[in-house]
């Protein structure tokens, strides 16, 4: 059976690595953020592992197909899914990325230090929730999640968008709850995470990427990659901000 994502396949898988990689990361995101941005670029570098979602149900089904799992306890399952993905997904500098999104957080059976033993963490925040919720709404309408067309298929759109003002506020609200999700997160624990902003990635994506690397103490390779995947904001996106905007007033009237 092919995989749900192409990119779990053996195709992408970096040379086997054996033991505990030097370097463990989480990119804390949320969706419409610029992850899928982020992690192309930093992949495309070589050097700063391949941080996909892999706790992710389509993610975790793809693995399943190659491995299978057998244990009833489901922490264990997770650490043994993770073990098996760091002997393929770590470069070879001894790298490994993973990328969980806020919502999925309360939700895992593991706590994430534990699971890769006190990670460093890079936190990528969008400035602009209107055009993230919009982002989003537009996204989960029209089935167009990402474009690409080099490792995952491009699809149409499947139908067209119709603003909802509801549906906007509503995803606003999320994400609102999703930042409070990390926020909490990182504040329990005493971390102080690489903060990232999409809009600061957009006006200057070269160092956005180099701070990461940074970060994570890699040694940047001598030219940066394309991350090969397009913004999707266009003339859509700018009418229905206007409107949301009109609707708001209206609303606190």
Known sequence: MAPFFRTNSTEFDFPPFAGLPPVRYVLAAAPRSGSNMLVRTLWHTGRAGFADGYLTDTHVLDYFERWGFETADPAGLVKDYIRRLMTCRTSPNGVFGLKVHGEHLPGLEVDLDELLLSPRYIWLRRRDRVRQAISYVLAKQTGVWIVDGVYLSTSRARTEPRYDYAEILRHLHQLDAETRVWERYFARRG???????????????????????????????????????????????ERWVARFERDVMESSR
């Open 191 to 237: 971390h102080e995470p690489h903060v990232v902003y999409y809009e600061d990635m957009l006006a200057d994506h070269p160092g956005t990427v180099l701070g990461c690397l940074r970060h994570l103490g890699v040694q940047p390779p001598d030219s940066l990659p394309d991350p090969g995947i397009k913004r999707q904001s266009g003339e859509v996106t």
